[in-house]
């Protein structure tokens, strides 16, 4: 969508970064979230590994919170919810898109936790003139809880999954299209495998679409 929208004229990669983390922050505005020190260790570790070396991306504030964040873990619980920090933007706001028109976004049952934000990011290119219609069937509706923490009991060997944190998304959580843990979004236009082609070709009037997209509802599945 964001390709569609913003990238045909823009190839550079500081505009798409900038573009990226602009509905990074607008999607996430007051998000907060809850964490357990004991299991985020192992998401702390990760992180350690993995976004210390695009520390560069980030807001010289984000850092240090980053920093003394996980060096607060290491002593006490945090049984408070935390706001979240993001990437840096020299965008206030979204630009003129490129493109403006209709934009059809295929949505199931395994649509769910980030992919679920996504979806909401949808809704912001709506005041930009970009018609967004969601298709298919309601998302999983999971976004309360982020990460996978794993490991192994000592004594049994049985292995324990667990979210890492519990969170709150103010604007995905109150869009009137959100229905809740375990409902998710609901389609503008609801459909299923067997009927998402004839759906679609209805909708755009574009007698092609079974052509190109053969085989899309197995894909489904």
Same mark, same amino acid.
């Not at 949808?122 to 930009?128: E, G």
């Given at each position: 969508?964001?390709?569609?929208?913003?990238?045909?004229?823009?190839?550079?990669?500081? $505009?798409?970064?900038? &573009?990226?983390?602009?509905?990074?922050?607008?999607?996430?505005?007051?998000?907060?979230?809850?964490?357990?020190? #004991?299991?985020?260790?192992?998401?702390?570790?990760? !992180?350690?590994?993995?976004?210390?070396?695009?520390f560069s991306l980030y807001k010289p504030e984000v850092v240090d919170y980053f920093?003394?964040?996980?060096?607060? &873990?290491?002593?006490?619980?945090?049984?408070?919810?935390?706001?979240?920090? $993001? #990437?840096?933007?020299?965008?206030?706001? #979204?630009?003129?898109?490129?493109?403006?028109?209709?934009?059809?976004?295929?949505?199931?049952?395994?649509?769910?936790?980030?992919?679920?934000?996504?979806?909401?990011?949808?809704? !912001?290119?709506?005041?930009?003139?970009?018609?967004?219609?969601?298709?298919?069937?309601?998302?999983?509706?999971? @976004?309360?809880?982020?990460?996978?923490?794993?490991?192994? &009991?000592?004594?049994?060997? *049985?292995?324990?999954?667990?979210?890492?944190? #519990?969170?709150?998304?103010? @604007?995905?959580?109150?869009?009137?299209?959100w229905h809740g843990e375990g409902n998710g979004w609901f389609p503008d236009y609801?459909?299923?495998?067997?009927?998402? !082609?004839?759906?679609?070709?209805?909708?755009?009037?574009?007698?092609? *679409?079974?052509?190109?997209?053969?085989? !899309?509802?197995?894909?489904?599945?």
């Open positions: 969508m964001l390709s569609a929208a913003y990238y045909n004229q823009h190839m550079d990669k500081e $505009y798409q970064n900038n &573009m990226q983390s602009l509905f990074n922050n607008k999607i996430c505005e007051g998000c907060t979230m809850l964490v357990s020190p #004991f299991t985020m260790q192992s998401e702390k570790e990760w !992180l350690e590994k993995s976004v210390s070396n695009q920093k003394a964040y996980w060096k607060h &873990m290491e002593y006490r619980p945090i049984r408070k919810h935390i706001p979240l920090d $993001y #990437f840096a933007s020299t965008f206030e706001d #979204f630009p003129e898109p490129d493109f403006k028109g209709d934009v059809y976004v295929l949505i199931n049952r395994g649509t769910g936790s980030a992919a679920e934000f996504g979806t909401g990011m949808t809704y !912001l290119l709506q005041d930009k003139g970009i018609k967004v219609h969601l298709i298919g069937e309601n998302s999983w509706g999971g @976004i309360k809880y982020g990460g996978m923490w794993s490991n192994s &009991m000592p004594n049994s060997g *049985l292995w324990i999954r667990a979210g890492i944190y #519990f969170g709150e998304s103010p @604007i995905v959580q109150n869009n009137p299209n609801w459909a299923t495998n067997e009927t998402i !082609l004839n759906t679609l070709e209805n909708l755009t009037g574009d007698l092609e *679409l079974k052509t190109v997209l053969a085989g !899309l509802g197995k894909e489904l599945l």
